[in-house]
């Protein structure tokens, strides 16, 4: 797969009203605009509004119509600012990161052997952070309602 065919991911925060906490639209974004998506965080709370953290993927105009569907529906839409940062004093450039990037964020220079961080390309998916092995990567979720 080369660059051009990198799906567009988005990560969101969706807070649903009590009313819409049962109904299946988040599924509906596969069905409707041909999206998948990643749940990276769920919670109801006792009042039983939802709380959602989602990766989409697809394509960029699709996201765009998905999000406008889903706060047609009442539920509240906000950008995950989620930062990831690399301790370069601890990266030993093993390389055990770029295996599992998904939108190769992470590469391995061969010549140089030594691993290059990308963050404009960087989706702050958060998967190199449970790979590393001297914990180097770390995750900051900046915003969010929870
Ligand atoms: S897995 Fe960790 S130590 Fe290895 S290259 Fe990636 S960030 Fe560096
Ligand atoms: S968080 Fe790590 S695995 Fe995810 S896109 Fe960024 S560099 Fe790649």
């Avoid at 749940?39 to 989409?56: C, D, F």
């Avoid at 993927?57 to 889903?70: D, H, M, R, T, W």
């Avoid at 990567?137 to 915003?143: A, G, Y």
Wanted: glycine share 4%.
């Amino acid at each position: 797969m080369n660059d051009t065919q990198k799906a567009y991911r988005k990560n969101i925060h969706l807070t649903f009203p009590p009313q819409v906490s049962k109904e299946p639209v988040v599924c509906n974004l596969t069905r409707l605009f041909d999206l998948t998506f990643n749940i990276l965080k769920a919670q109801i709370t006792p009042r039983k509004e939802g709380y959602l953290t989602l990766e989409l993927v697809g394509s960029q105009e699709n996201c765009g119509k998905a999000i406008a569907y889903l706060k047609e529906h009442e539920i509240a839409v906000s950008p995950v600012d989620q930062r990831i940062s690399r301790d370069e004093d601890s990266c030993m450039h093993c390389g055990m990161c770029t295996a599992i990037c998904p939108v190769d964020a992470l590469h391995m220079d061969w010549v140089a052997r030594t691993v290059t961080f990308d963050t404009e390309r960087c989706t702050a998916c958060g998967l190199c952070t449970k790979v590393c092995p001297v914990r180097a990567m770390h995750v900051e979720v900046e915003n969010g309602p929870w």
